[in-house]
């Protein structure tokens, strides 16, 4: 107990030391990868959607490390809970296309600032790889 705490703080901090431990004792692996990658995905959809309010600000790094983070937990989970890894796959891929559709719609306003000119130059730069993909901002499966 520190010299700023209380009998009754140092009592409430042991009880939810004891609550906390009771819930790892009751929760398996498999729960606790699925929640983590339950909340990883809620994370990811509420960085890609545009600030509302007092919301946050879209990120669209923090979303694609939340969509990362997710595939590499999916590995795991697919072992321990192969159904709920199917209804997470689902999850993850709708994640990915709006990632993939904010991604290329930032990407493509700077495209077309770029393109203002217009002409056959504008046209040539079209053929390769869209914006995103090339700016490195747009999650590509397999990648």
Do not use: C
Request: aromatic share 2%; proline share 6%; glycine share 12%.
């Amino acid at each position: 107990m520190s010299e700023s705490q209380t009998p009754e703080d140092a009592q409430a901090e042991e009880q939810l030391r004891a609550a906390y431990e009771a819930e790892l004792a009751r929760i398996d692996a498999g729960e606790m990868i699925l929640q983590a990658a339950v909340s990883l995905l809620n994370l990811g959809a509420l960085r890609l959607a545009p600030a509302a309010g007092d919301g946050p600000p879209q990120d669209l790094e923090q979303a694609r490390e939340a969509i990362d983070a997710v595939r590499g937990l999916l590995e795991a989970l697919e072992r321990r809970r192969p159904q709920d890894a199917q209804r997470l796959r689902s999850a993850l891929a709708q994640l990915q296309m709006a990632y993939a559709r904010e991604a290329g719609a930032g990407a493509g306003a700077d495209a077309d600032d770029a393109d203002a000119g217009g002409g056959a130059e504008g046209e040539a730069k079209r053929e390769g790889p869209g914006p995103a993909q090339a700016s490195g901002r747009l999650w590509v499966p397999g990648s």
